[in-house]
């Protein structure tokens, strides 16, 4: 991905996106904050920067390394200029969770499930819903997540969880047995979601760092 951005700066070195894509590499692959802090702020000084740009710049790297306020405003201010791109409002629905405000989180999440009901979007209104303590909401937006994708880590390893909160060990552990027959790469992570809920910390932990090693960019999400 690194090569793909600097090949399309060598064509356009005015392109905000490709200085973005840049530095989400940088942020989460490399976990070279500060270069990525670097490219994303060549982006922004881009004479045409889309919202996306600002978007990923406050999600992918200030939610991580703060301020996270400015981040969020990034978030608004992008929503408000592409009210129908999805992915946005998923995005700050993300970033607020994180920031310990999860009634505004659900309500960005939702928006983004009317704009495009994605199996993503469920999962992570799960993952919100548990935050909350609503757990039997929760399942629904996990079952929801494993009808759209039941080939997704994420969400298997999200229904291990969810379900194991609601008190049904059994289909928990069976989430837990498609996940480990799934042939997903990025299976590490599936299973980091489950063990955390579930309140197993020591294999949560080795899960994370096997999901570190493989680089799955996901994890920050998780960790943050």
């Not at 919202?51 to 992918?60: D, E, I, K, S, T």
């Not at 790297?61 to 592409?82: F, W």
């Not at 609503?134 to 999200?158: C, F, H, M, N, Q």
Request: glycine share 6%; net charge negative; charged share 20%.
């Amino acid at each position: 991905m690194r090569e793909l951005a600097e090949q399309a700066l060598a064509l356009d070195p005015t392109l905000a996106e490709a200085y973005a894509m840049a530095a989400i590499v940088a942020c989460q692959y490399e976990y070279d904050y500060a270069r990525s802090e670097r490219l994303f702020r060549q982006a922004l000084a881009c004479h045409t920067v889309p919202p996306l740009v600002r978007a990923w710049y406050g999600f992918w790297l200030l939610r991580v390394t703060g301020p996270t306020e400015e981040g969020l405003e990034l978030q608004r201010q992008a929503i408000a200029e592409d009210p129908l791109n999805y992915i946005i409002p998923f995005m700050y629905g993300i970033t607020l969770t994180g920031a310990g405000r999860a009634e505004e989180g659900e309500a960005a999440l939702r928006q983004a499930l009317v704009l495009q009901p994605g199996f993503v979007a469920h999962v992570e209104l799960a993952l919100n819903l548990v935050a909350q303590g609503k757990v039997s909401d929760a399942l629904r937006s996990g079952e929801s997540a494993i009808a759209l994708a039941p080939w997704s880590s994420y969400a298997l390893g999200t229904l291990a969880g969810v379900t194991a909160l609601a008190g049904d060990r059994a289909r928990s552990d069976d989430a837990l047995r498609q996940l480990a027959e799934s042939q997903a790469l990025d299976k590490a992570f599936g299973y980091t979601v489950a063990h955390v809920m579930r309140g197993e910390l020591e294999a949560a932990a080795e899960w994370a760092s096997r999901t570190i090693d493989q680089r799955l960019p996901w994890i920050a999400v998780l960790l943050y």
